[in-house]
């Protein structure tokens, strides 16, 4: 069983659309994690979110919308997608927030916008 | 705030070659650092870790250790194989206003070459 999992692995849409990525992770783990990834293989963290509640939200467009409908699954919705939000969308989690250090990545959704 | 600066890739290496790829640290606070590998078509995944000053984290045949006094946490190894290929990333975690947040290197693309 994959600890990390998220789909699609590839998404290749127009621009405007809307689309949403899915993650779930069967590790029991509390804390769940949004990065993304450029072409230079920078990676950013986006959103965090504890036990189902958001508690980090770095500088992201308010078009990126991450929802927890529970603890073991962190969705992330585009809205109006744009050329520049073409990269790898990585899932994450760990144990607690406390042990952060340790994470375990999905293996991430290619997004290609045209 | 935090940063971490890795050396420039992409390496290429042939078999059996020793491997240094530099990483240094700005950080407020006293950091925890780390080296994450990303083996092509997977997400990351902790290669090894180190605490406090002078700590060596080791796994795998690499080793880094934590120089305080040059800031810098070098990922080395002693015999590369063909296997090590993939992106390799420094990263760094603090508490107070960054607390959650691993910040990470822009990636070191390693190659290996039987």
């Known amino acids: 069983d994959t600890a990390v999992s998220q789909t699609p692995k590839y998404l290749v849409t127009q621009m405007g659309n809307d689309k949403s990525i899915k993650c779930e992770q069967n590790?029991?783990?509390?804390?769940m994690y949004w990065y993304k990834q450029d072409s230079k293989k920078f990676l950013k963290i986006m959103f965090s979110?504890?036990?189902?509640?958001?508690?980090i939200n770095e500088t992201v467009p308010n078009r990126f919308s991450p929802k927890s409908p529970d603890k073991a699954h962190l969705n992330l919705h585009i809205n109006s997608l744009e050329l520049g939000d073409s990269a790898v969308y990585f899932c994450?989690?760990?144990?607690?927030?406390?042990?952060?250090?340790?994470?375990?990545f999905g293996s991430g959704t290619q997004l290609s916008v045209l | 705030g935090n940063s971490v600066t890795q050396m420039e890739g992409p390496v290429t290496l042939s078999e059996e070659a020793f491997l240094t790829i530099n990483c240094t640290y700005t950080a407020t606070g006293y950091p925890s650092l780390f080296w994450y590998v990303q083996y092509p078509g997977e997400g990351l995944q902790l290669l090894l870790k180190?605490?406090?000053?002078?700590d060596k984290g080791s796994n795998k045949g690499f080793e880094a250790t934590y120089r305080k006094e040059t800031t810098s946490f070098h990922l080395e190894k002693g015999s590369v194989q063909v296997s090590d290929s993939a992106v390799y990333f420094c990263?760094?975690?603090?508490?107070?206003?960054?607390?959650?947040?691993?910040?990470f290197g822009q990636g070191t693309i390693l190659t290996v070459h039987p």
């Open positions: 994450a989690s760990s144990q607690d927030i406390a042990t952060n250090e340790k994470l375990f």
């Open positions: 990263a760094l975690i603090t508490g107070g206003t960054s607390y959650g947040k691993l910040t």
């Open positions: 979110y504890n036990n189902k509640e958001l508690i």
């Open positions: 180190a605490t406090k000053a002078d």
């Open positions: 590790l029991g783990h509390d804390t």
